[in-house]
């Protein structure tokens, strides 16, 4: 039973960092492409970052490029995002998500995940 557990989430102020962790487990996700997507409330989920574990490739959403890192500890089969120079607008729902790589059209839309954790709240203050 594959299981994804977010951490790290809390308050913080502007131009802050925080960073969040997502523990996976119930299987290998080698061939899998690992997502960061974010829902404030009131707002549709958004695509945040992904990565393939494999190869290591990444991408990112345009509103947080060069800001956010996602990466990924094989051994410890454990998502990061590394999330620096905070804004309120980030405020939002953070939930890791996997998607079997192969098939897959862009990462960048939800509906392409099928395992997803149960989110972490991240909140900036302005």
């Known amino acids: 039973q594959v299981q994804l557990v977010e951490s790290g989430g809390g308050l913080v102020q502007a131009g802050g960092t925080l960073r969040l962790s997502c523990a996976a487990s119930g299987r290998t996700f080698y061939s899998y492409t690992m997502g960061w997507f974010r829902q404030a409330a009131g707002k549709e989920r958004e695509f945040v970052a992904s990565i393939r574990w494999s190869a290591g490739s990444t991408d990112y959403a345009d509103s947080v490029k060069g800001r956010f890192t996602i990466s990924r500890d094989s051994a410890k089969n454990t998502l990061y995002l590394q999330m620096n120079s905070l804004k309120p607008e980030d405020t939002a729902v953070y939930y890791c998500?996997?998607?079997?790589?192969?098939?897959?059209?862009?990462?960048?839309?939800?509906?392409?995940?099928?395992?997803w954790g149960q989110g972490t709240q991240v909140t900036v203050s302005s």
């Open positions: 998500a996997a998607a079997w790589s192969y098939g897959l059209r862009s990462g960048r839309r939800g509906e392409e995940y099928t395992y």
